[in-house]
């Protein structure tokens, strides 16, 4: 079964608009760690934000923000205010097993978005 | 502070080959992971390293091998290199492992193309 599914391939938004990137999640751990990553054409993975399963508030980190939903497993990143240079791929990423300190992050498909001027 | 490091940045080979690729991480940082990218399959986890031992290995076969050295830096292997090796590999680093917010910091990838 799918872990992380982000279920829009593709988005196209017009710049300075507010957008949101959908990701749900799949576990049976209590502690877990959701993330959400941006790939530009580079290739590098650019860690933009992180939700703990036991925080209270959703978190924020500028221009983003995630608006989890414990109890649907859904952890939406919302960027305000697009910019050009916000076109890139997005990955939600999942990591379980934190009591035994695992490390490893399982990444949905991506959604590939486009900011138009 | 210098980023994750990874090299080569582009790699071509040939079936049955084998290929053996760098990562060095931000400094003081211990733990390093890899993961594999293609159009496919996406991002898989390959292995995870911290104080020179494997923690945690991903669902690939015994051709795929890592190693880390006492400095951290880390090297995959891949041996008898098939076409569908053909990917992105990505190395992330992060200080130590186990911390629940721990952000992984990743490098640029090699982009290896076997034919």
């Known amino acids: 079964a799918q872990k992380i599914t982000q279920t829009q391939p593709g988005m196209f938004v017009q710049e300075k608009e507010a957008v949101t990137l959908d990701c749900t999640y799949d576990t049976s751990d209590p502690s877990y760690g959701l993330f959400w990553y941006k790939q530009p054409s580079s290739g590098e993975m650019i860690f933009l934000i992180y939700q703990g399963s036991y925080d209270q508030q959703n978190a924020t980190e500028g221009r983003y923000s995630l608006n989890f939903q414990k109890a649907r497993k859904s952890a939406n990143l919302v960027i305000s205010a697009s910019q050009l240079g916000d076109s890139a791929m997005y990955f939600c990423a999942m990591r379980e097993g934190l009591a035994q300190g695992a490390q490893k992050l399982v990444f949905g498909q991506g959604t590939r978005l486009t900011i138009n001027p | 502070k210098a980023g994750v490091t990874q090299t080569p940045r582009y790699l071509i080979k040939t079936r049955g080959q084998q290929v053996t690729l760098s990562c060095s991480p931000i400094?003081?940082?211990?733990?390093v992971s890899w993961y594999q990218q293609t159009p496919g399959q996406g991002l898989q986890f390959l292995f995870e390293y911290f104080s020179e031992t494997q923690r945690n290995k991903g669902n690939f076969p015994g051709r795929f091998s890592g190693r880390q050295f006492s400095n951290s830096r880390s090297e995959m292997n891949v041996s008898t290199l098939e076409l569908g090796d053909s990917a992105l590999y990505l190395c992330?680093?992060?200080?130590?492992?186990?911390?629940?917010?721990?952000?992984?910091?990743f490098g640029s990838g090699t982009q290896l193309s076997v034919l």
């Open positions: 992330a680093s992060s200080p130590t492992p186990g911390q629940a917010n721990e952000k992984l910091f």
């Open positions: 400094s003081g940082h211990r733990s």
